[in-house]
């Protein structure tokens, strides 16, 4: 079983940047997805970002271009830089893993959907005040 920590929440003014990190008890290799998720008070789980092993990403329109996925897997990390942090991106930040899904043709691919993660860090709250 995974294990995920998270860490790096904070509160900035609009403009400003952050940088969240996850560390994994076991970094997953290949078939696993990786990402970063968040929920605002009353709103839904919504994805962020996510990775697949071989580096693929899948942003969400909000934070394109705004905010970027790393992993270091020397160091079992997964990290989350936020660029021009808007008051709309204050939530509890959440690192998941999960298994990837399979096509037709065998190959893996992640789906930037909550309910295909099976392994969450306990959050990290980030607050953007305008």
């Known amino acids: 079983q995974v294990q995920l920590a998270e860490s790096g929440g904070g509160s900035v003014q609009s403009g400003g940047s952050l940088r969240l990190s996850c560390a994994a008890s076991?970094?997953?290799?290949?078939?696993?997805?990786m990402g970063w998720f968040r929920q605002a008070p009353g709103k839904e789980r919504e994805g962020v970002v996510i990775?697949?092993?071989?580096?693929?990403?899948t942003y969400a329109d909000s934070v394109k271009g705004r905010f970027t996925i790393s992993q270091d897997n020397a160091k079992n990390t997964l990290y989350l830089h936020m660029d021009n942090l808007k008051p709309e991106d204050t939530a509890m930040y959440y690192c998941?893993?999960?298994?990837?899904?399979?096509?037709?043709?065998?190959?893996?691919?992640?789906?930037?959907?909550?309910?295909?993660?099976?392994?969450w860090g306990q959050g990290t709250q980030v607050t953007v005040s305008s």
């Open positions: 990775i697949d092993s071989a580096g693929r990403t």
């Open positions: 998941a893993a999960g298994r990837a899904l399979y096509d037709d043709a065998g190959a893996t691919y992640c789906v930037r959907v909550p309910s295909l993660f099976h392994f």
């Open positions: 076991e970094y997953p290799n290949r078939g696993f997805c």
